[in-house]
């Protein structure tokens, strides 16, 4: 198969990208470098059925593949409240012109979507059927409602046009490649207790998440793309849950940092539950997260002191 992998030099794209090319696959790689970094895949460049394009997907593509993952978008807060209006762009113009060409090509396509569309959630776990409890006019919204809007456009067009779509809601997911300034929590602490510099935890420290390391998701997101009449989206993510204090205490024990933890004011609407209802992947894809929390953070703290040198 030859596939096009879009958002794919960004921490998931990338992992995404090395993942199909070591199943044989052809990958086309589109990107337009805002968040994404060709750092991330320049052990792939010697390889023959790797291809990189540079390109906005808010402009048409016009390429031949068999499959696309559509995983375009800036991911982080501190990215997408500095363009919010790009970011809306690109999770819908993009969406519309990456199903347009799905459904050129008459090709199955994946859609990148976030537990974000659950917003503040009301319910925990947070399952597919739940609509969310999201503020359509916050700093968070342009990423939260371009995603929601993204997650109507491929369901209208495979009402309308029966397009072969998949969407995949993406809990907290950490790993090596993660950028280091990207204001994320699991790397901000890891960069914090590697610099033996104070772990910020905004609000009390009790709001919770649940982290799923990249492996296990990038397993997760090829089996959806191999899985046929998918007809709502799918969560996925790592049940076991963790508040922002224990995840804190658990990298400053790893990394064996001096560092303090210190509190400050939490962000607007910033969640205080996320935990995904993984019901449906286990049972139609027989997945679930095998990674634990300790040794994931412990392959990415590996990652982080080399990079940091």
């Known amino acids: 198969m030859r596939y096009l992998v879009t958002g794919g030099a960004g921490f998931l794209g990338s992992h995404l990208t090395e993942k199909l090319l070591t199943l044989g696959h052809e990958v086309l790689v589109v990107d ?42 800036p991911a982080s807060p501190k990215h997408y409240q500095k363009f919010p209006v790009q970011t809306t762009k690109t999770s819908i113009i993009g969406a519309i012109n990456m199903l347009g060409l799905a459904k050129r090509l008459e090709v199955p396509i994946l859609q990148a979507s976030t537990s974000e569309v659950y917003g503040d959630p009301e319910v925990s776990p947070q399952p597919e059927t739940y609509w969310g409890n999201v503020n359509p006019i916050g700093i968070r919204s342009c990423y939260d409602e371009g995603k929601r809007a993204a997650e109507t456009l491929f369901f209208d067009y495979k009402r309308q046009f029966n397009l ?12 090596p490649k993660m950028d280091q300034n990207d204001g994320r929590v699991v790397s901000n602490f890891i960069v914090q207790a590697l610099r033996n510099e104070n772990l910020t935890i905004y609000g009390d420290g009790t709001q919770s998440r649940s982290f799923c390391y990249v492996n296990d998701l990038i397993d997760g997101i090829i089996r959806v793309m191999d899985l046929t009449g998918l007809e709502t989206p799918i969560n996925l993510g790592n049940e076991t849950e963790f508040d922002m204090n224990e995840l804190a205490n658990l990298v400053l024990d790893l990394t064996k940092s001096k560092s303090q933890i210190v509190y400050e004011s939490l962000p607007q609407d910033d969640p205080k539950l996320r935990k995904p209802n993984i019901a ?14 300790a040794e994931g953070l412990e392959e990415t703290i590996r990652y982080f002191r080399d990079v940091l040198k």
Request: charged share 20%; glycine share 6%.
């Open 32 to 73: 337009n470098f805002y968040t994404g970094k060709r750092s991330n895949l320049e052990n792939l460049f010697p390889n023959p059925k790797f291809e990189l394009l540079r390109h906005d997907i808010t402009f048409p593509l016009y390429v031949e593949v068999d499959g696309i993952f559509n995983f375009a978008c």
């Open 280 to 293: 449906l992947a286990k049972r139609t894809l027989g997945w679930e997260a095998q990674t634990t929390l």
């Open 164 to 175: 072969d779509t998949r969407v995949i809601r993406i809990f907290n997911t950490y790993g």
